[in-house]
């Protein structure tokens, strides 16, 4: 694959509308996730995912005005009831904080533990409360605040799917989180605290929950797997293996509990994005104007696409790479984005239909030739997440394994060395002690397994041997997920002996709870395959499904139903306690 040009655009004419900070050379980079409008849209608050830091930015003068420490790794920012005061979410932390300014200086004001791996608030109510989901925690945390009260966490409550996002519905009194992974919606009463109902999309990372301009439902933006298509040239050049939409589901629906997800899926309404020849992959953030505009970032591609309205054709603009969060001002006039791996915003003015400047966040930024030379690890992060690699940008790494990890989507490529048998993408998440790579075995080497989802996967063009060696490097710093909390010690003990007396270990063998081979388990694909590599156990609690073709949904189900491995047969307690095990690897 050629080398991407990183240049921002029209760079060299913005630099008389820049200024920022001065920073020095060798700086951490800031990692913008998130903003937020204030003082009626003059100045914007940024989040900082790298630093920790929340940077006060001046809108009309276009430059930073301040940074302030305020935890280790932010990820959301939430305007409070009170204008001089914001919840900002640490993710690295395991909290959420308060932030106030007095004197026009913002500062740390309290903080409270929230559960662990915190992504999003939205606030609710009198301004003065909120609720936090929490990705690998899957749960929700409530908390609270008064005038003069510390902030405090009052509830929590368990959400069956890993959520990322959260909107609060019209009325106040509910909201809906959204699956980070898979396709799965929550309906959470806010006043009792209390999960109502879960439906289920045919869809997978769900992203930006927002409430359409009518009222009447809810905009989310999502990708689509497509298993009857194969990853064919022509297929991912027109869009038919992946593809990414703006689904808008009714609000009735939601709350009806009569509603199943066939009513769901059959009353809702798609905005596809991106058409032949030029991709959308990896939609980010959403926003509407007052009078129904739509703007929409695209993280995978480096754009921005406005609307006069949801369904009208719309106009795109490059931005720069991986605008992970947006924030439109009052009159849909001037549109910011968060631009991750450039640790800049993007000014884009929306009437003229132009960009209009770039305020660099640090050095990393390099708007002014000062940029810190990114790491083999940095390049590869980068990589993974741009869908340029891709055949017209209709995928990236991440849109099959978000956040490193596996949705329950299903596409049929070459890594089998067929057609005809789709299989779910597998988590990476710890793949560096996990070869052989591919659901076959068929690659031996990380590096082969990259250059052939890349040319046979993606359709892109052959990668260069940096490319490959930086998504290596990258692909190489994940970390298994963390373990589920054991709940009951008695019941993992016994599953690890169940374990051990049936042979698991044999194909699943610790510390990696995998091994080299291939086995013939009682499981066939489409094609006739009966060997598989036995994927890693770690972190298997945490995924969406289960099995090559994404057959099963949960642990118990793998020995209740699958009677996996090779029809074995074993009691309720003992899947319970093998189950319990299981999830605490």
């Not at 420490?69 to 395991?94: C, F, K, M, N, Y």
């Not at 921005?304 to 006039?333: H, N, Q, T």
């Amino acid at each position: 694959m050629p080398r991407i040009p990183r240049s921002r655009p029209l760079a060299t004419a913005l630099l008389a509308l820049i200024a920022g900070l001065a920073p020095t050379r060798g700086e951490e980079p800031r990692r913008p996730e998130a903003l937020l409008l204030i003082d009626g849209g003059s100045r914007l608050l940024v989040a900082n995912r790298g630093t920790g830091t929340v940077a006060v930015v001046d809108a009309k003068g276009r430059r930073v005005e301040e940074e302030v420490a305020i935890g280790r790794g932010l990820s959301d920012l939430r305007a409070t009831a009170d204008p001089d005061v914001w919840l900002a979410v640490d993710q690295e932390a395991g909290e959420v904080v308060r932030i106030v300014r007095r004197g026009g200086t913002i500062a740390r004001l309290d903080a409270v533990r929230v559960a662990d791996d915190p992504t999003r608030a939205v606030v609710h109510g009198d301004g003065r409360r909120a609720m936090v989901v929490s990705r690998w925690s899957r749960r929700a945390t409530f908390v609270e605040w008064g005038a003069t009260d510390a902030l405090c966490a009052v509830a929590a409550v368990d959400l069956p799917f890993s959520p990322r996002e959260a909107a609060v519905l019209p009325g106040g009194s509910e909201a809906v989180a959204t699956d980070a992974f898979g396709g799965r919606l929550a309906l959470v009463d806010l006043d009792a605290m209390v999960v109502r109902r879960v439906l289920t999309l045919p869809d997978h990372n769900l992203r930006a929950p927002t409430i359409t301009p009518d009222g009447l439902g809810v905009a989310i933006l999502a990708q689509n797997g497509v298993p009857r298509a194969n990853t064919s040239r022509q297929d991912v050049e027109w869009g038919l293996v992946m593809r990414s939409w703006i689904r808008v589901v009714r609000l009735d629906d939601l709350r009806s509990p009569g509603a199943t997800d066939a009513d769901l899926v059959a009353n809702s309404r798609i905005i596809v994005l991106g058409t032949v020849g030029k991709g959308s992959a990896d939609p980010s953030a959403l926003a509407f104007g007052p009078r129904g505009e739509a703007v929409v970032s695209m993280a995978g591609t480096d754009q921005v696409a406005s609307a006069l309205a949801l369904g009208e054709p719309y106009e795109r603009f490059s931005v720069g790479r991986a605008p992970v969060a947006l924030a439109i001002d009052a009159e849909a006039a001037t549109a910011y984005t968060a631009d991750r791996f450039d640790d800049a915003l993007t000014v884009v003015d929306l009437t003229a239909g132009k960009l209009a400047g770039v305020v660099a966040l640090s050095a990393a930024a390099g708007i002014d030739g000062r940029r810190r030379p990114a790491t083999l690890l940095e390049e590869g992060e980068s990589l993974f997440r741009d869908a340029r690699v891709s055949e017209d940008g209709w995928m990236s790494c991440h849109t099959c394994h978000a956040d490193g990890h596996a949705s329950d989507v299903l596409t049929d490529t070459m890594t089998d060395g067929s057609y005809g048998a789709a299989k779910r993408s597998p988590s990476l998440l710890g793949i560096a002690d996990t070869a052989p790579f591919g659901w076959t075995g068929a690659s031996r080497r990380l590096q082969d397994q990259i250059h052939t989802s890349i040319t046979t996967t993606m359709r892109g063009h052959e990668p260069a041997p940096r490319q490959i060696e930086a998504l290596a490097a990258y692909l190489r710093s994940l970390d298994p997920p963390r373990p589920e909390p054991v709940a009951d010690a008695d019941a993992v003990a016994r599953g690890r002996a169940i374990f051990e007396s049936n042979g698991c270990a044999d194909c699943h063998a610790p510390p990696a709870y995998t091994t080299r081979g291939s086995y013939d388990v009682g499981l066939v694909d489409a094609v006739g395959n009966r060997e598989f590599n036995p994927p890693s156990l770690r972190g298997v609690g945490r995924r969406p499904a289960l099995l090559h073709d994404a057959s099963v949904m949960s642990l118990p189900d793998l020995f209740r139903q699958a009677r996996h491995p090779d029809g074995g047969e074993l009691t309720d307690a003992e899947i319970a306690d093998l189950a319990s095990f299981l999830r605490s690897l």
